[in-house]
């Protein structure tokens, strides 16, 4: 993966970068294109302009229609509650784009990609049908603390996790992001893996650059523990290669 970055990067709202990820699934399935188009193409929302340039390289993972789909339905029936205004930036998104396709030749939209940036983490194989909520730990910590500090810290930062999600929604779990539903309904599954400072420090940077859930806990040093959502697939990213799982 091509780590360049240029000044046009910005950071999006978790649920505009989801938009955005969308919309790069979309390009790439056509029937699911097809379908993005019609839900949004005739919404009464005003639309702002895409700018592709704002594109940050790292979004949510999207590898299936039915997940798409779903994500979709979520993003629609967040909408619709009333206290929900910071999803609307993300509906404005996806009208523009289906708005722009009714009009021109898919295949001259350019959306999700930025200059010198290889797109990833989108169409890599299959996961889990029930994504796990991975924690990184900091090497230098994991030597010090006892097995089951790590099982109680699992607990605590999983449950903060979910209690955001909770906060999000108002505290309707039906409400929940698709992949949390899943866990929080579901297994209830934890990966830890062990991370270098650097290591550690990079996927942060990725997690908060499209604002996904996540929770950390930190020392005079840094992060020292990083809970990241089942939204967003740590090995995805080309920092995970030199992670270890922790069995």
């Known amino acids: 993966m091509n780590t360049h970055k240029t000044q046009?990067?910005?950071?999006?709202?978790?649920?505009?970068?989801?938009?955005?990820?969308?919309?790069?699934?979309?390009?790439?399935?056509?029937?699911?294109s097809n379908w993005l188009q019609s839900m949004f193409a005739t919404r009464d929302i005003p639309f702002a302009v895409i700018d592709s340039m704002n594109m940050p390289y790292v979004l949510p993972s999207i590898e299936t229609e039915q997940q798409a789909t779903r994500k979709v339905h979520w993003l629609i029936e967040l909408s619709e509650q009333k206290e929900q205004t910071a999803v609307v930036p993300a509906l404005e998104v996806l009208t523009h784009w289906a708005n722009?396709?009714?009009?021109?030749?898919?295949?001259?939209?350019?959306?999700?990609?930025?200059?010198?940036?290889?797109?990833?983490?989108?169409?890599?194989?299959?996961?889990?049908?029930?994504?796990?909520?991975?924690?990184?730990?900091?090497?230098?910590?994991?030597r010090k603390i006892k097995k089951?500090?790590?099982?109680?810290?699992?607990?605590?930062?999983?449950?903060?996790?979910v209690q955001n999600g909770l906060i999000e929604v108002k505290g309707n779990a039906n409400l929940l992001e698709p992949e949390l539903s899943d866990w929080?309904?579901?297994?209830?599954?934890?990966?830890?893996?062990?991370?270098?400072?650097?290591?550690?420090?990079?996927?942060?940077?990725?997690?908060?650059?499209?604002s996904a859930p996540h929770a950390r806990r930190a020392d005079k040093k840094g992060t020292t523990f990083l809970a990241v959502?089942?939204?967003?697939?740590?090995?995805?990213?080309?920092?995970?290669?030199?992670?270890?799982e922790i069995i």
């Open 8 to 32: 046009h990067t910005q950071i999006l709202s978790y649920y505009e970068a989801l938009a955005y990820s969308l919309i790069r699934f979309a390009q790439k399935h056509e029937s699911f």
């Open 100 to 142: 722009i396709r009714e009009r021109e030749d898919p295949k001259a939209i350019i959306l999700g990609l930025m200059i010198g940036v290889e797109p990833f983490g989108i169409f890599g194989e299959a996961k889990k049908k029930h994504h796990p909520i991975d924690i990184i730990v900091r090497d230098s910590v994991l």
């Open 148 to 161: 089951t500090t790590l099982a109680k810290m699992s607990v605590t930062l999983a449950n903060e996790i």
């Open 184 to 210: 929080f309904f579901g297994d209830k599954t934890v990966v830890f893996y062990k991370a270098s400072d650097k290591t550690l420090a990079s996927i942060e940077k990725s997690v908060f650059d499209v």
């Open 229 to 244: 959502g089942p939204t967003f697939y740590i090995n995805d990213l080309s920092e995970s290669d030199t992670l270890e």
